[in-house]
């Protein structure tokens, strides 16, 4: 028997017994995960931008992030013809990483389709920055993350909070004015869209349409 025949062989077996439709899903399935803290005292704080995101990108879906799984909140959605879950981590923000590895490892995601939505003090107030790799910076959420995936390569929005002279504690879990509220909101608008165009149209057209601001200095 020649390679051809093996290869046709292949070929034939495949056609007739096709993969079924749940593996081919989980193949090309996301994870869109908001990172924060849990409790109504963090709801409303910079820190919780990644669940802000999610709970606006639930609302545009229509998707209760409700069913408790893998130490977090999930919601199964699709964004144009993918599947996708919307995971927020109950694990507070510094074991993060134990809860998305939880869920990758259930669904085998690669991390290429893991998309993770964080508070950036480094992001100018009311900007975005979508990244298609890179390190975990002072972050702990993404310090948590990195280190349970084992892998920097995935795609991450860091949503800007600023930063300020005092505490980084009190900055990024304290109370914010009305005014600044609003324009977090704004920034998860932005958030969710930049999300949706990472899975709709490709990470490096996301990047051109999304990151209108370089990271502060």
């Known amino acids: ?3 051809i025949d093996i290869k046709l062989g292949f070929m034939a077996t495949e ?3 096709p993969l079924p439709i749940y593996l081919l899903e989980k193949k090309n399935m996301y994870i869109i995960a908001g990172l924060g803290n ?3 005292k963090y709801a409303q704080t910079r820190h919780n931008m990644g669940f802000r995101v999610i709970d606006k990108l639930a609302d545009d879906l229509s998707v209760d992030v409700t069913k408790v799984k893998f130490k977090s909140l999930i919601g199964e959605c699709r964004i144009g013809t993918q599947k996708v879950l919307l ?3 109950q694990t507070y923000m510094n074991l993060s990483g134990d809860a998305l590895r939880e869920v990758t490892n259930f669904y085998k995601i690669p991390a290429e389709n893991v998309i993770v939505i964080y508070d950036d003090i ?7 920055r979508i990244r298609k790799f890179g390190g975990p910076g ?3 959420g993404m310090r948590s993350i990195v280190s349970q995936l084992g892998t920097t390569e995935f795609p991450r929005i860091r949503t800007g909070v600023g930063g300020n002279d005092g505490s980084l504690v009190d900055h990024v879990i304290g109370k914010v004015s009305k005014d600044e509220n609003a324009i977090l909101d704004e920034t998860a608008v932005k958030a969710a869209k930049a999300a949706k165009d990472i899975i709709e149209v490709g990470i490096e057209k996301a990047m051109n349409l999304n990151n209108t601001t370089k990271k502060k200095g």
């Open 122 to 128: 480094d992001i100018p107030l009311g900007s975005i």
């Open 87 to 89: 995971v927020k981590p």
């Open 1 to 3: 028997m020649t390679n």
């Open 15 to 17: 056609l007739l017994f």
């Open 38 to 40: 849990p409790g109504d």
């Open 138 to 140: 002072t972050h702990n």
